[in-house]
């Protein structure tokens, strides 16, 4: 069914099924967020009655790195764990849609039909909101219909990615030796996101080295960050500001790690679970998951205000009336862009309050 053609009353009938744990609601009900259909924030806030515990784990790496094949792997695993496992799987660089991106791989076939399997691959297309916005309300969603685990596979890395980063609790970046650029784009601030890093492709030639290379870069940053520091019990060194704070926090409580796996023959796939228990242990205990997730709220709450705003400004008359005046006075050069712009904000947060 086209989903564009849903009354409120099928909306509600989503909700219900969806309520009830229907798979296939949750594939409508991400399909209404996807293409903003009319009513899709109630429908959200009807969905989330109820409080987000999924455990959040993100892929993120260039495309071809063997994100999907290890999201594969770790949901056999989890499901032999008896979890109820989400996948969402970003790819704008994917021509595909629909399950097709993931359902190349035959291991990820055999998975997509287990019942406490859910699959969903996302294109750029009907991201309306924005992807990165749009990702984080599809795994809200995914995450209170109960899944105990939610893998997000995106690619990477770019503002979305570290946007949606932000929205997991364990980020687990994924490189090969032969993306050159890895060390590249981790000056672009890889290190900022990533809690476990993964070298995959070991059969590789080149992995040891590229995983040498990371650890160094690792090192060579907590190295910066404590510039005449003795080390982790040493005094504490001056700090200027919060974010040089929280990172200081990051780095004395977690230190990424550093894997190796062969997606092929599942070569590392253990070792990569117990790193995301471990550092899952760690967001915990240390109080980091709480930050964490509050700092995740208070920007899901700004985004919405902020979509919220530009919609309203957008239907509102009272702008729309001065502005079909106002242009006049700016082609006239009696008036600017900005001079009509601050009068119109002005006006619409007095009048259409
Ligand atoms: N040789 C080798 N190939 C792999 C490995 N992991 C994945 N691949 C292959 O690399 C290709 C891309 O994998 P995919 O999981 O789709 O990567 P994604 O684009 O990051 O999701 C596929 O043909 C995989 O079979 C690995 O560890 N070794
Ligand atoms: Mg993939």
Redesign the pocket.
Known sequence: MDESRLTSTSMNEVLERFKAGKPAALSRGISIVENQRDGFEAFLHAAMQTKLQGRRIGLT?P???????LVALLTEFYISQGERVGVLAVDPTSPQTGGALLGD?IRMNDIAIDENVFIRSMATRGSLGGLAATTKEILDLMDCFGFDRLLA?TVGVGQTEFEIARAVDTVVV?LVPESGDSIQAMKAGLMEIADIFIV?????PGSDKLVKEVRQAIHLRSGHNFKGFAGHHGPVIEVHDTAELNELDDELGWEPLVLK????TGEGIQELTQAIESHEEWIQGSGELQKRRKLRTEVRIREVMHRELVNRSIASRTVNKILTKRVEAVLSGHATPYSVAMELVDQFLEKDQ
Do not use: I
């Not at 495309?63 to 094949?69: E, L, M, N």
């Not at 796996?261 to 092929?264: D, K, R």
């Open positions: 790496g495309p071809g790195a063997g994100k999907s094949s791989r596979e994924v995959n492709k070991a059969d590789r796996t062969n997606a092929l």
